[in-house]
T-cell receptor, first 111, second 117 residues
Framework: QKEVEQDPGPLSVPEGAIVSLNCTYS??????FMWYRQYSRKGPELLMY????GNKEDGRFTAQVDKSSKYISLFIRDSQPSDSATYLC???????????FGQGTRLTINP | GAVVSQHPSWVICKSGTSVKIECRSL??????MFWYRQFPKQSLMLMAT?????????EQGVEKDKFLINHASLTLSTLTVTSAHPEDSSFYIC?????????????FGPGTRLTVL
């Protein structure tokens, strides 16, 4: 079993839809949670960074962490074609340097 | 925000040659840099963690004699793929952590696509 599980998709939705991306993790030591967006042939770009249970909002993006269930989510409101990319969740233990990534979900927003 | 660059962005080489990839933190000092490789439609795989002035720590299964990492300054780390073969063709990405930022956030470079013929 991988430490971080993420459905690779692909996921295709119409423009304007709400997108829900999810990951589960198995290690209770994970304290920090990130969502990265990666366009094709580019490096990952940090979208959201959280370290506590609850919601964090930034524009059209909301990151949600439920430590009791070991479940993290990223919601995208009013999705745009420019949101089409691969979304990677990642976790980190306190004091650790090594990020643990999910497999990434390929998302396509259709105009 | 913090910017990390990589050079070259794309390289093609013949089998048996060596290729050097540079990773630079442009506006911050990075005590720690990380090297990843990524195959098509797959996630990032950490190859090694590099701390300035010390030897890199390689992940299990990564050949340290084949993938030479040097982190000679707080703004530059290099990855040299020695005696490259077609199976080494991949997307190589570096990331860097900012010294003294109080955060463990990693900033990623744009990646280098290596094709070995």
């Amino acid at each position: 079993q991988k430490e971080v599980e993420q459905d690779p998709g692909p996921l295709s939705v119409p423009e304007g839809a709400i997108v829900s991306l999810n990951c589960t993790y198995s290690n209770s030591a994970f304290q920090y949670f990130m969502w990265y967006r990666q366009y094709s042939r580019k490096g990952p770009e940090l979208l959201m960074y959280t370290y506590s249970s609850g919601n964090k909002e930034d524009g059209r993006f909301t990151a949600q962490v439920d430590k009791s269930s070991k479940y993290i989510s990223l919601f995208i409101r009013d999705s745009q074609p420019s949101d089409s990319a691969t979304y990677l969740c990642a976790t980190l233990s306190w004091g650790a340097q090594k990020l643990v990534f999910g497999q990434g979900t390929r998302l396509t927003i259709n105009p | 925000g913090a910017v990390v660059s990589q050079h070259p962005s794309w390289v093609i080489c013949k089998s048996g040659t060596s290729v050097k990839i540079e990773c630079r933190s442009l506006d911050f000092q990075a005590t720690t840099m990380f090297w990843y490789r990524q195959f098509p439609k797959q996630s990032l795989m950490l190859m090694a963690t590099s701390n300035e002035g010390s030897k890199a720590t390689y992940e299990q299964g990564v050949e340290k004699d084949k993938f030479l990492i040097n982190h000679a300054s707080l703004t530059l780390s290099t990855l040299t793929v020695t005696s490259a073969h077609p199976e080494d063709s991949s997307f190589y990405i570096c990331s860097a952590s900012a010294e003294g930022s109080g955060s463990n956030e990693q900033f990623f470079g744009p990646g280098t696509r290596l094709t070995v013929l």
